[in-house]
Nanobody
């Protein structure tokens, strides 16, 4: 059974940085489109970043230049490096897997596996 486990969420001040990790079991991260989503309080889940099978990265406009997605195939782990964090980045962050990225960050409906989420709070 595929399992995705996120970690690294925390409370940080605006302008700070965090790195989220997503450890995958029974799934080869290099053979899937691995994505990060977030769900702010009271809002719908939205795509943040994705990395395709061949290593191409995609980002939502709201995080371009601030967030970086990467993966370690040997460790079966996907990362989301977040910098210059803003209060509007506050959300529960989810790791998810899909077969293909389709040229961008997939929609939540396309994902076939999800992690349980990790809370990121950006506040002074």
């Amino acid at each position: 059974q595929v399992q995705l486990v996120e970690s690294g969420g925390a409370s940080v001040q605006p302008g700070g940085s965090l790195r989220l990790s997503c450890a995958a079991s029974h799934l080869t991260v290099g053979n899937n489109c691995m994505s990060w989503f977030r769900q702010p309080p009271g809002k719908e889940r939205e795509g943040v970043a994705a990395i395709s099978r061949n290593g191409i990265s995609y980002y939502a406009d709201s995080v371009k230049g601030r967030f970086t997605i990467s993966r370690d195939n040997a460790e079966s782990t996907v990362y989301l490096q977040m910098s210059s964090l803003k209060p509007e980045d506050t959300a529960v962050y989810f790791c998810a897997a899909a077969t293909l990225c389709g040229g961008g960050v997939p929609s939540p409906a396309e994902m076939v596996a999800w992690g349980q989420g990790t809370q990121v709070t950006v506040s002074s």
